[in-house]
């Protein structure tokens, strides 16, 4: 029930409603905290087989920012857990893997972390539900382009198959013969040597065009296979 404040001297409604309703009552919890899902535990029972994995665990969990934040780095946390860094990464990777952490936002080289929402949360009840309504749609929007992705190789394969099963005869521009172009009503031969055009002459048919093509490579001792019309 909602009702409007009233001025008991003057008896004027003021603007700023109130509003009634039950008391909230404290957790019982004297500090920070957050909620875990079992099955998070069950997969840290399962997956964890080294001690220190899941120390860094519990060092994340009780670090973890609002809305599941992590701000701490490896050094701090190889420093408070008196180990090396590197075994820290390894950990942090073993962590990733059964996805207690995830990675939330790149910069450049560096990655920042977060506690998976789907697993554990630290907020209200409206944060959670935006947060795993966040993943459900990034998890559908990687599925569809996954998809766009195999037909797009599907559609690959399928086209050098079927040029494979049909070959296309090999055309030498409109003349049928190799080194033989139309020009201004005749033929005219050219080649290719060393990475420059010489033109050889234009002629009244492209076979003599052609001609005059195959005695130009005989000349520069141009050694590949013989030409086919």
Same mark, same amino acid.
């Given at each position: ?130 947060? @795993?309504?966040?993943?459900?749609? +990034?998890?559908?929007? /990687?599925?569809?382009? *996954?998809?766009? =992705?195999?037909?797009?190789? $599907? ?42 055009? @010489?033109?050889?002459?234009?002629? +009244?048919?492209?076979? /003599?065009?052609?001609? *005059?093509?195959? =005695?130009?490579?005989?000349? $520069? ?9």
């Amino acid at each position: 029930m909602t009702i409007r404040a009233v001025d008991m001297d003057t008896g004027e409604i003021l603007g700023a409603p109130l509003k009634s309703g039950k008391k909230r009552q404290p957790n019982g919890f004297s500090g920070v905290w957050l909620s875990i899902a079992a099955d998070m535990l069950i997969a840290c029972g399962d997956h964890l087989t080294h001690a220190l994995d899941l120390r860094v665990m519990c060092l994340l969990l009780g670090s973890a920012e609002w809305g599941n934040g992590l701000t701490i780095n490896q050094s701090d946390i190889a420093r408070r857990l008196h180990t090396h860094r590197q075994h820290v990464n390894a950990s942090l990777h073993r962590l990733r893997g059964i996805g207690i952490i995830e990675v939330c936002k790149t910069h450049g080289k560096v990655s920042f972390y977060r506690v998976n929402p789907v697993h554990a949360w630290r907020g209200n009840g409206i944060g959670h539900q935006v947060a @795993l309504r966040a993943i459900e749609r +990034d998890k559908k929007q /990687a599925q569809k382009q *996954a998809r766009e =992705a195999d037909n797009v190789a $599907l559609l690959r394969v399928r086209r050098m198959q079927f040029q494979a099963d049909h070959p296309q005869p090999r055309k030498y521009a409109s003349s049928g013969f190799k080194g033989v172009t139309a020009y201004r009503g005749r033929w005219r031969a050219q080649i290719v040597t060393m990475g420059q055009r @010489l033109l050889l002459g234009t002629y +009244d048919t492209p076979e /003599a065009a052609h001609e *005059a093509y195959l =005695a130009a490579r005989r000349e $520069l001792q141009i050694h590949k296979p013989a030409d086919e019309r």
